[in-house]
C-alpha cells in the first residue's frame, strides 16, 4: 500500500479483556517495528521484526504483550488481560531494510483506552 | 542506557521567528540522529537526519547539525511558518550495537502564531 496502515484507529476494551491491534506495511519493507506512546511523551520501542522472526523484543513490558508476523508482512499486536496503564496510542512503522540511516514510515496509530 | 533530551514546551513564535530547538543525547559510541514531527492528527514523519558526526541534515527549512563534541542535535529554521506548528521528536539509533530500535525524546510542541 501507499502508506502504513493500522487498524482500528481507536479501541476501547474494558479491563480484562483481550485485543488485538494489526498493522500493515508498506508492500516490500521487510523491517517492521513497533511503539508504544502515552499522553506527552515520546514513542517507546518494543518490538522489531525483521521479516517473519522477533529480531528484538526487548521493550515488550510484559509477556501479557505478544506480537507476529507469521508471513512477514502484516503484523499482529496481542495483548492479554489488559489494564488501565495499558492506554496508550500504539504506533506501527515499517522501513525498506536495516542500514545504516534508514528511517521509518510511521501509521497513524491504535489509540487504545482500557476502562 | 540510550537517552534523548529535549527542551520543554511549549515553544511560541510569531511567524517568520528564528527557532531553536535544543537536543542532547547519551549514547553508546557514535549514533545515527533523526528529527520527526507529528502535526496534529497525523503520525509521525521523518523530517531530517544524520549519519555521522558534522553532517548536516536539512529539509523544508529546517537544519540540525550532528555535534559529537557536545552531543547534540539542535533543530533550527530560520523563519517559521503558522504550517510549521506541530510536535517535534528527537530521536537516535546505535550504529555499533546493531539495536535498530529508536530512541525518542518526549517531543517539544511548537506553535507559530500569525
Known amino acids: 500500500g501507499a502508506g502504513v496502515s493500522q487498524t482500528p484507529s481507536n479501541k476501547v476494551t474494558e479491563k480484562g479483556k483481550y485485543v488485538e491491534l494489526r498493522c500493515d506495511p508498506i508492500s516490500g519493507h521487510t523491517a517492521l517495528y513497533w511503539y508504544r506512546q502515552s499522553l506527552g511523551q515520546g514513542p517507546e520501542f518494543l518490538i522489531y521484526?525483521?521479516?517473519?522472526?522477533?529480531?528484538?523484543d526487548s521493550g515488550l513490558p510484559n509477556d501479557r504483550f505478544f506480537a507476529v508476523r507469521p508471513e512477514g508482512s502484516v503484523s499482529t499486536l496481542k495483548i492479554q488481560r489488559t489494564e488501565r496503564g495499558d492506554s496508550a496510542m500504539y504506533l506501527c512503522a515499517s522501513s525498506p531494510g536495516t542500514g545504516e540511516g534508514y528511517g521509518y514510515t510511521f501509521g497513524s496509530g491504535t489509540r487504545l483506552t482500557v476502562v | 542506557g540510550d537517552s534523548v533530551t529535549q527542551m520543554e514546551g511549549p515553544v511560541t513564535l510569531s511567524e517568520e521567528a528564528f527557532l531553536t530547538i535544543n537536543c542532547t543525547y547519551t549514547?553508546?559510541?557514535?549514533?545515527?540522529l533523526f528529527w520527526y514531527v507529528q502535526y496534529p492528527g497525523e503520525g509521525l514523519q521523518l523530517l531530517l537526519k544524520?549519519?555521522?558526526?558534522?553532517d548536516k541534515g536539512s529539509n523544508k527549512g529546517f537544519e540540525a547539525t550532528y555535534r559529537k563534541e557536545t552531543t547534540s542535535f539542535h533543530l533550527e529554521k530560520g523563519s517559521v511558518q503558522v504550517s510549521d506548528s506541530a510536535v517535534y521528536f528527537c530521536?537516535?539509533?546505535?550504529?555499533?550495537?546493531?539495536?535498530?530500535?529508536?530512541?525518542f525524546g518526549s517531543g517539544t510542541r511548537l506553535q507559530v502564531q500569525p
Open positions: 544524520a549519519t555521522k558526526a558534522d
Open positions: 521484526f525483521q521479516g517473519t522472526g522477533a529480531a528484538d
Open positions: 549514547a553508546t559510541g557514535y549514533p545515527s
Open positions: 530521536a537516535l539509533r546505535e550504529k555499533d550495537t546493531g539495536r535498530r530500535a529508536l530512541t
